[in-house]
């Protein structure tokens, strides 16, 4: 019996995640407990209580869970889709090493500022963690919750367009069909795995 703890960013995604793994897993996964929002401390301290692996589907963790988890060796995995969610779960159950997923995060940045500019606002942004890539697609969660997830219309440095952004640089950013960036957003870049 696999125990698991499941965050999601909408009442409607937790349903149809425990449905899905209801259908491919009856009886053989146990949900002691399910929510919305940002995986916290809570969730941690549930999972670590029940020796349950935490699910974050379209949500992230929030820093103090992180911490909490390393340090009570609780296993948090992130998931975008409802089947890589169900392959890796299967996996689990199974013993076997968790299936490749199509996508490799290649880093991470947070929304510093917003900047009007003309007819735009751009977002000023610090690359936190590896790197930012034009072609590379980007997931934006607020307060741990995925908002949008596209590719970035301008990508600028220094007042000029650039390919990449690395970590510690500021750059600027716009989306062409997003509009709604805020400070304190944190940007996700991810890229197909090769």
């Given amino acids: 019996m696999l125990n698991l ?5 909408v009442d409607g995604a937790v349903q149809a995640l425990l449905d899905a793994l209801e259908g491919a897993f009856s009886g ?3 949900v002691i407990h399910q929510g919305v ?10 999972a670590a209580a029940e020796g349950a692996t935490l699910i974050g589907f379209h ?6 869970a992180r911490a909490a988890a390393d340090a ?24 076997r090493p968790a299936p490749d997923r ?9 929304v510093r500022r917003m900047l009007p500019r003309g007819l735009e606002t751009f977002a000023v942004c610090t690359v936190t963690a590896g790197t930012l890539k034009r072609r590379g697609e980007l997931r934006v969660f607020r307060d741990g919750v995925q ?17 990449v952004v690395d970590e510690g640089q500021e750059f600027e950013l716009t989306f062409e069909y997003y509009h709604e960036l805020r400070a304190g957003d944190l940007l996700e870049c991810v890229a197909p795995r090769r």
């Fill in 72 to 95: 009570a060796q609780v296993d948090i995995q992130h998931y975008d889709t409802i089947y890589e969610t169900v392959e890796d779960v299967g996996a689990r159950i199974e013993g």
């Fill in 59 to 64: 949500t992230r963790s929030t820093p103090p």
């Fill in 37 to 46: 929002g940002a995986i916290d401390e809570d969730d941690v301290r549930r």
């Fill in 5 to 9: 703890v499941i965050k999601a960013d």
């Fill in 147 to 163: 908002v949008y997830y596209g590719r970035p219309a301008h990508l600028r440095r220094l007042g000029h367009e650039v390919d």
């Fill in 102 to 110: 199509p996508y490799v995060e290649i880093g991470t940045a947070e």
């Fill in 28 to 30: 053989r996964v146990r």
